[in-house]
Structures are given as C-alpha cells and as structure tokens.
C-alpha cells in the first residue's frame, strides 16, 4: 500500500515538473502534464492535489477538465496556434515529408479532441 501510494506521489511530482518545464518551453504541452499530476497527487497526497488544484495559473485549467471536461476557448486557440507553428517550424526546417504527414495527422487528431471539447462554464 505504501510503494503504491509512493508511486503516485512521484509520478505526480515528475508530471508536475514536465508542466512546469512545458510552460516555458514552446514545443511541450503543460496541461496534459498537469491533469495527470492531479490524478496523481488525489491518489496520493491531499496537500499537493490541494495546491496544485488552488495554483493561479493551473488550478483553473484542471478544475475545468475535473468538474466539466472542458477546455476554455483562449487554452484551444493557444494549443491550436501552437500546434500550426510547431508543423510550420518542422516544414521550414526540411523534414522529410512523410515525418511532416505523420506529424500532420497527429497535430490534426489532436485537434479534433482539443476543438470538440466543451468550453465550460461561463462564469
């Protein structure tokens, strides 16, 4: 019971890095990473899953996805502008076109799920 516990507060610690790391680099997401840190901590620890829930800039953000499974309309056209530079970026720096089409259909699915997601509450 208590390695399981341990698992999940460090995997909640490591995703919380990569959101972290994710919000100052471009090209790495940080809600993904943050989502998976708040499953993480409730199933380990309820003072980090508080915190990282009542975070300013994260808290929302997971709060959303938790209690709606939804995503705000300014977090989908930032991932989607996003994901147009990164294959813009890909193409100009002369990847191959068959890395290109394949990294195309995965920005593409990936969008698909970002734009069909409802957009929560309008408080």
Not at 47 to 54: D, E, I
Not at 60 to 73: A, E, K, R, V
Not at 104 to 116: H, N, Q, R, Y
Request: glycine residues 8%; charged residues 5%; hydrophobic residues 55%.
């Amino acid at each position: 019971m208590i390695a399981t516990r341990y698992f999940w507060l460090m995997l909640g610690f490591v995703a919380t890095g990569c959101g972290i790391v994710g919000a100052v680099l471009p090209l790495i997401p940080t809600t993904p990473f943050m989502l998976v840190a708040a499953y993480a901590f409730a199933k380990s620890s309820p003072r980090f899953h508080s915190w990282l829930v009542n975070h300013r800039q994260f808290g929302p953000l997971i709060l959303n996805w938790q209690q709606n499974g939804s995503i705000d309309p300014a977090s989908k056209r930032l991932a989607i502008i996003v994901m147009g530079a990164a294959l813009a970026l890909s193409w100009l720096l002369g990847i191959s076109a068959n890395i290109l089409a394949l990294q195309a259909a995965v920005l593409a699915a990936s969008a698909t799920f970002i734009l069909t997601r409802p957009n929560g509450p309008t408080a």
